[in-house]
């Protein structure tokens, strides 16, 4: 399971841990990824995604899975959440 957002692609990134003596090692700073359920209205079904916390909050803000994936970018998407997005796109065509 690789630590990457499924909505956003935030990832992993790398820096330093910083001692009191100015010593500098190197660190990982993951983000904080929770397992949620979120319903699409379009489609009428929900879907469990593995996303960081802040695009939860992003998701909440924009109103719903569908309107979130509406205005995202397909290259930050996941392929799992790429084909949620053509979807909804169908369904609200139709």
Known sequence: MSRRC???GKGPMSGNNVSHANNK???RFLPNLVDVTLASET???SYKLRISASALR???HRGGLDAFLAKAK???LSDRALT???EIVKAAAA
């Open 6 to 8: 499924e909505l956003t």
């Open 25 to 27: 090692t190197k660190r």
């Open 43 to 45: 489609l009428g079904r």
């Open 58 to 60: 992003s998701v909440d």
């Open 74 to 76: 397909d290259a930050d």
């Open 84 to 86: 949620i997005k053509k």
